[in-house]
């Protein structure tokens, strides 16, 4: 379950902005990930419940933007949406892509109080 290691590097994140703001606890916090990134999302949620206990984000306001998976073939050029990380060109059937967007992984803002 490396959803809860990730929960765990966003309560190190949190909790270092909220000592370098001298503030107490945060309000709210957006994170991006992308479909493409590996998370199973019934883990991340149970994660984020066990993970942010007793914690800076214990009551925070919390905001996620999943980003879908987007690649470009090697092969052909064309550009298309993946629901998978394997998934094969639709225009041509390469297995040889490029992803362009979805498998990021980030805090994108907090707000500190």
Request: aromatic fraction near 8%; charged fraction near 25%; glycine fraction near 6%.
């Amino acid at each position: 379950m490396h959803e809860l290691s990730i929960i765990a590097s966003i309560v190190d994140i949190a909790e270092e902005q909220v000592k370098k703001a001298s503030a107490q606890q945060v309000d709210s916090i957006e994170l991006e990930i992308g479909e493409l990134a590996g998370v199973e999302w019934a883990v991340l949620e149970f994660a984020w419940e066990v993970g942010v206990q007793r914690s800076v984000l214990e009551n925070t306001d919390r905001y996620i933007q999943r980003i879908p998976g987007k690649a470009r073939c090697v092969e052909c050029g064309s550009s298309f949406l993946m629901k998978q990380i394997f998934d094969p060109c639709p225009k041509c059937g390469s297995y040889f892509n490029e992803i362009l967007k979805g498998k990021e992984l980030r805090v994108k803002a907090l707000t500190v109080s």
